[in-house]
């Protein structure tokens, strides 16, 4: 089972960005949905953005235009960059695969946008 390790959240202000990462411990060439969802205070979990093994990609409409996720297979690393960020972008950040018909999550990173 492969493990997954957030990293790069933080507190910036309105409008700044942030790049958040995800490191794999195993190999992610044999997973093909890799994800990141978050969860704000009082909310429940959404999907954010989603990429595929082929490199297919597909947004939340709240992100549109502002963030871009991404996936080095070599490096077993995800990727999110949040540019323009807002208020209402606060929560938890956690990347997750899925295979096998299973979800599996990383522990989460805080990520705070506030002025």
């Known amino acids: 089972q492969v493990q997954l390790v957030e990293s790069g959240g933080g507190l910036v202000q309105p409008g700044g960005s942030l790049r958040l990462s995800c490191a794999a411990s195993?190999?992610?060439?044999?997973?093909?949905?890799m994800g990141w969802y978050r969860q704000g205070p009082g909310k429940e979990r959404e999907l954010v953005a989603r990429?595929?093994?082929?490199?297919?990609?597909n947004y939340a409409d709240s992100v549109k235009g502002r963030f871009t996720i991404s996936r080095d297979n070599a490096k077993n690393t995800m990727y999110l960059q949040m540019n323009s960020l807002k208020a209402e972008d606060t929560a938890v950040y956690y990347c997750?695969?899925?295979?096998?018909?299973?979800?599996?999550w990383g522990q989460g990173t805080q990520v705070t946008v506030s002025s």
């Open positions: 990429v595929f093994l082929n490199g297919i990609t």
């Open positions: 997750a695969y899925s295979r096998y018909g299973q979800n599996y």
């Open positions: 195993g190999s992610i060439f044999s997973i093909n949905i």
